[in-house]
């Protein structure tokens, strides 16, 4: 029997530097043969690091982190790890940004090109000679901004703006956007508009039947898009006992097109709790789920024969 295609899956890594170190070395740990990412690859946040009385102070969540003024790198790499992006200012500059939305987003649309172009330079240094692909998508949560660092990378390919080939028998097709969600975030689109492109992108595949399907948001009405219900104030709401009250918020358009096309396989990220597996016809669908903020890269371990998906393990580390 032939060797399988073996993807290695991840998706909302969020500016995690230590989980995107972890699924660079995915390439040998299970020597996989293309590392897939599903979106959401940026910092959600900006934290500004600042001189006071001869050192350098990043707060972070109401704790004071601090470095000697010549070992400032130590503490960036330190809020990298902790998915934020760092940010030498001063008191003043950062209070002026605070109070104008506008520049503030500005200043992390400049920063977050920068910091994914130092993520792909280190993965480009630690692959070496390896074959592996490394495929790179954008999410909801990922400024347009960032596909000029990835394109302009030597390594990298980006999965957003074409269809890739996998390999002799799989294509691959991705949707980087997500439906509306309570945060109006940089990628969104209306559920007519999210059918549109995907009938549209399947109508150019030649081979629906072993295509993949990676789709940032997962389909509605699955196991794979469950999330708390959140009030008008944004505030999860909680069951008599106790816990959240979870609610659908997957995509309508997703559900419909992974139904109708049937590929072989969809890849999902978004919605960080519902990590799993499910069945919609003949397609397998996976969300790989997302531990981010605990440092844990969760992922998806994917053989593909040439007409079936071998295995589909999910992966913790």
């Not at 995107?20 to 070395?25: C, G, M």
């Not at 503030?104 to 692959?127: H, K, M, N, T, Y």
């Not at 909801?140 to 890739?164: C, F, H, M, Q, Y």
Request: with cysteine; charged share 25%.
């Amino acid at each position: 029997m032939a060797r399988p295609t073996r993807i290695l899956f991840v998706a909302d890594l969020h500016g995690s530097a230590i989980c995107w170190r972890k699924f660079v070395n995915g390439a040998r740990v299970y020597r996989a043969d293309i590392l897939l990412v599903g979106g959401d690859v940026t910092a959600k946040t900006v934290t500004p690091v600042v001189e006071e009385d001869g050192q350098w102070v990043a707060v972070v969540e109401g704790a004071r982190r601090t470095a000697p003024r010549d070992d400032v790198e130590r503490l960036e790499a330190s809020l990298r790890d902790g998915a934020t992006i760092p940010y030498r200012t001063t008191r003043a500059e950062w209070d002026e940004l605070r109070e104008h939305p506008d520049r503030l987003d500005q200043l992390f649309q400049r920063l977050a090109p920068i910091e994914v172009g130092r993520w792909l330079s280190w993965a480009g240094e630690r692959l070496g000679a390896d074959p592996t692909r490394l495929l790179v998508g954008l999410g909801n949560d990922d400024p347009t901004v960032v596909e000029s660092a990835v394109a302009a990378d030597g390594r990298a390919e980006l999965t957003d703006n074409a269809v890739l080939r996998l390999d002799d028998h799989h294509e691959l097709a991705t949707l980087a956007y997500s439906n509306p969600t309570p945060w109006h975030t940089y990628r969104e689109l209306p559920e007519d508009e999210i059918a549109r492109r995907l009938d549209a992108t399947a109508s150019g595949l030649d081979h629906l039947e072993t295509a993949v399907f990676n789709i940032h948001v997962p389909p509605h009405s699955t196991p794979l898009d469950l999330a708390p219900r959140l009030d008008a104030n944004l505030t999860k709401v909680m069951a008599p006992g106790g816990e959240p009250e979870l609610v659908h918020v997957g995509s309508t358009a997703v559900r419909a097109a992974l139904l109708r096309h049937q590929p072989l396989l969809g890849l999902h990220g978004h919605i960080h709790e519902s990590r799993g597996t499910t069945g919609l016809g003949r397609t397998l669908a996976v969300n790989c789920g997302s531990a981010y903020t605990e440092g844990t890269l969760l992922g998806a371990l994917i053989d593909l024969d040439a007409d079936r998906v071998r295995a589909a393990v999910l992966t913790s580390g």
